[in-house]
């Protein structure tokens, strides 16, 4: 089975710059999670999806980040315009309900910005 | 608000030892997550505990999971290198949120020839 895809690896950009982030999550799993990972520090979420619609985009800096999910496949995550401190990791993950919501995590984006 | 909390955040351990890591959480949940971040990686998924009393084992490590104490352990017997990495702990937050999970800030293990 196939895992979390994303892409691209990393990203270098400088502030007030654009960047989109792109995930594929397992095939068949109905929810789907961007997380932002800052160096030393826990995984926090971003939004989640359950199918298109978002369930949760509380901790999402909606003047600069947005996201969408179309088609309740692939999602985008985008940053715009870029700030130093969004210089993280950003983890996208999805999760099928089998008695828990177990979460498979892709490779990671590694975002710089200067 | 959900808080998670994860203790020691760095553990530098000998070859042979044990060891516990302990995981605090701060309001009611029965479902705990344990993941572990390898340098520069991705998290991998470790142990999924989902009732009070709940207990896993996998190699060398164990994980135990007390809801009334809002507290769970994830203990590691006679450590080897191979298990150096960071241990994170999640919460999966009120029920009917489809899977939200709030982690803790990870503890850093270093095994030690």
């Known amino acids: 089975e196939a895992g979390v895809a994303q892409s691209p690896r990393y990203k270098i950009i400088e502030k007030r710059q654009s960047v989109a982030f792109w995930c594929n999550p397992i095939s068949g799993h109905a929810t789907l999670y961007w997380y932002q990972q800052i160096l030393g520090q826990g995984p926090k979420l971003l939004i989640q999806f359950q199918n298109n619609g978002v369930v949760d985009d509380s901790q999402l800096p909606k003047d600069r980040f947005s996201a969408e999910r179309l088609k309740g496949v692939d999602s985008t995550l985008k940053i715009q315009p870029a700030k130093l401190e969004d210089s993280a990791v950003y983890l996208c993950?999805?999760?099928?309900?089998?008695?828990?919501?177990?979460?498979?995590f892709g490779p990671g984006t590694r975002l710089t910005v200067t | 608000e959900l808080k998670v909390e994860q203790n020691p955040l760095f553990l530098s351990m000998q070859e042979g030892k044990n060891y516990t890591i302990y995981c605090n959480y701060s309001?009611?949940?029965?479902?705990l997550y344990w993941y572990r971040q390898d340098p520069g990686k991705s998290l991998e998924s470790l142990f999924v505990l989902l009732s009070n009393g709940a207990v896993k084992q996998e190699g060398r490590l164990m994980a135990s999971l007390d809801t009334k104490a809002r507290l769970s352990t994830l203990h590691i017997t006679a450590a080897v290198h191979d298990l150096s990495a960071t241990y994170f702990c999640a919460v999966e937050g009120l029920y009917n949120q489809g899977g939200k999970l709030i982690f803790g800030q990870g503890t850093e293990l270093s095994v030690k020839p």
């Open positions: 993950a999805s999760s099928s309900w089998q008695g828990s919501y177990e979460q498979y």
């Open positions: 309001t009611t949940s029965d479902r």
